[in-house]
């Protein structure tokens, strides 16, 4: 995980909470090949010593129809345009986990925010290059999922699993002019809609105030909207919510912090690498001006000027 400056970020909190709590249908939406077997270790540690969290690595089977084999799906979840640096970490990823694990490793990029201008393919030779593959959704894809919603819970039909996880990640999608407007009609429809039952409602009602919480904070409309959400979302459920946050943010902080320590290690380094030359320089000099002594004493011993 590469962290924005701010330290913040409500999509990658409720991310890592669906993915922790509900890998298998997260997996069913995105529309990936094979079937979820189990979620398998994130962070890893490189020959230089410093530390890389990926966002998603899940291991899974074949289904016969779109995989025949057994591999790694490593997903990242990007809020902003993929750049030359992050694709290459990208690719440092699917090295490691294939070499790691021994599986073909497919990387998939679920991007919100800026697909037109990120980076398509990374190599270091032109004999291997890495291609993610990308999935997005533009304004008019969202509003078209929005209105299945809503026609559907009009019409009292049951929610797919699918449906259910649209309510939290259009909200994601959608551009910044419409999110208010998106992310307060899907609460709406949330409250209507009784089809969705038991753990996985609590779960979509978690993550659905998140995206509240992104786009109201604790503003009266923000309250209202907290408020349509019980019971699922109550005053001691929103604690959760909130420490959540709290928890996502400093494990967020540490990160750049060690990421910070792994920059200035690697500066004292560079320091004391040109130290170590401008040493031997020095050394060469003194040595230098040495022999020139010793030669400066056995012209003026035989009287040859200099």
């Known amino acids: 995980m590469i962290l924005q400056p701010e330290i913040h970020n409500a999509n990658d909190v409720t991310i890592g909470y669906l993915i922790d709590v509900v890998p298998e249908k997260i997996h069913k939406w995105l529309n990936l090949p094979g079937i979820f ?10 020959r230089d010593g410093s530390e890389r969290e990926m966002d998603w690595l899940m291991l899974v089977k074949p289904d016969n129809i779109t995989l025949f084999h057994m591999i790694l799906i490593n997903v990242e979840f990007q809020s902003y345009p993929v750049n030359k640096e992050k694709i290459k970490i990208m690719s440092e990823y699917k090295d490691y986990s294939k070499t790691y694990y021994g599986f073909p490793v497919l990387t998939i990029v679920v991007i919100t925010r800026g697909f037109e201008s990120s980076e398509r393919e990374y190599s ?6 890495f291609r993610p593959q990308y999935i997005y959704m533009d304004d008019d894809k969202v509003i078209e999922k929005l209105n299945n919603l809503e ?15 649209d309510m939290v990640f259009l909200p994601m ?26 753990i ?20 009266p409309k923000g309250k209202e909207l907290l408020e349509m959400m019980n019971p699922e979302v109550t005053n001691m459920r929103m604690r959760n919510v909130i ?47 040495e022999e020139n002594t010793i030669l400066k004493e056995i012209l003026k011993k035989h009287n040859i000027p200099y």
Do not use: W
């Open 243 to 289: 420490d959540y946050e709290v928890s996502y943010a400093i494990k967020a902080h540490e990160q750049q912090l060690k990421e910070k320590e792994e920059e200035l290690l690697k500066k004292d380094n560079e320091i004391a690498k040109k130290d170590d030359e401008i040493a031997m320089k020095t050394n060469e000099i003194a040595e230098k001006d």
């Open 151 to 165: 026609q559907k819970i009009l019409n009292q039909e049951t929610l797919s699993d699918n449906d259910a996880i």
């Open 124 to 129: 270091e030779v032109a004999t291997d290059i």
């Open 37 to 46: 077997v189990k979620n398998f270790p994130t962070r890893f540690i490189k």
């Open 200 to 219: 996985f409602r609590n779960d979509i009602g978690f993550s659905l105030s998140l995206m509240v919480r992104k786009y109201f904070d604790l503003t």
């Open 173 to 198: 999608f959608v551009s910044r002019k419409l999110a208010e407007f998106v992310t307060e009609k899907i609460v709406r429809l949330f409250k209507c809609d009784q089809s969705i039952k038991g």
